[in-house]
């Protein structure tokens, strides 16, 4: 038998934390509860949950801190639930390490369906399209091993920077657009959120180019999506 997927939620509303948890149990999931920022960061350090729903706005220490202390040394899953719904702070949160953002009020399904998808994009097997290192100049990248590397250094990506990347380096030139590249990565939920891309592109110059400021690999078509270009 598999063993259940664990959740870590931290929300303050008990209400709403209850309402988020029976939903969760009802459908499989593993539920630790925490009411405060404080709390969470405890039980993520002791149990070691597959993914993270953090309220931003919580007692003892937000979610956003909390988001930054886990993304320092741990690659899980992170959703974030707020009130708020403009793009800065959704910028914010995901700059801040969050995979996906949920505005309140948020229907059960909705909640379900980020839910899977995040769980699906971080925990699925990778196609393997390509065995040994390819070369792009002073990047090499290992598809099949997950390995990337920038001037003979390890670089380390989160597992959703690696699809994006790979998504990219398996369309060398091609333009991808917004929907396509969410849909592929992000999960067929999803197709009009581009500032999860700008994000996540920015997030592979910072990574993987010699001058993020003026990106060799990752180019951006304005209004369209992004292409990978191999250099001469």
Same mark, same amino acid.
């Given at each position: ?88 702070? =959704?910028? &914010?949160?995901? !700059?801040?390490?969050?995979? *996906?953002?949920?505005?309140?009020? $948020? @229907?059960?399904? #909705? ?8 769980? =699906?994009? &971080?925990?699925? !097997?990778?196609?393997?399209? *390509?065995?040994?290192?390819?070369? $792009? @100049?002073?990047? #090499? ?92």
């Amino acid at each position: 038998m598999t063993k259940a997927k664990r959740i870590l939620l931290a929300e303050d509303e008990v209400a709403l934390r209850e309402f988020i948890s029976r939903n969760l149990q009802a459908r499989g999931f593993e539920v630790l509860e925490a009411s405060n920022g404080l709390e969470a960061v405890a039980l993520w350090e002791r149990e070691n949950p597959h993914l993270l729903i953090l309220d931003i706005m919580m007692p003892r220490m937000d979610g956003l801190e909390v988001c930054q202390r886990v993304r320092k040394h741990s690659a899980v899953p992170i959703i974030v639930l707020t009130a708020l719904d403009a793009e800065p702070d =959704r910028v &914010t949160a995901l !700059d801040l390490g969050a995979d *996906d953002y949920l505005t309140k009020p $948020f @229907g059960v399904e #909705e909640l379900m369906a980020r839910v899977r998808a995040v769980l =699906r994009r &971080t925990h699925s !097997d990778t196609t393997i399209i *390509d065995t040994g290192f390819q070369h $792009f @100049g002073e990047l #090499e990248v290992d598809l099949n091993g997950h390995v990337v590397r920038l001037r003979g250094e390890e670089v380390r990506l989160s597992p959703t920077e690696f699809k994006l990347l790979k998504e990219l380096l398996s369309n060398p030139g091609k333009v991808l657009t917004h929907r396509t590249l969410l849909q592929r990565i992000w999960g067929p939920e999803y197709g009009g959120e581009a500032e999860y891309l700008r994000v996540y592109i920015n997030r592979l110059r910072q990574k993987l180019e010699a001058d993020a400021a003026n990106p060799r690999y990752f180019l951006t078509e304005p209004g369209v999506g992004y292409r990978f270009m191999t250099p001469p």
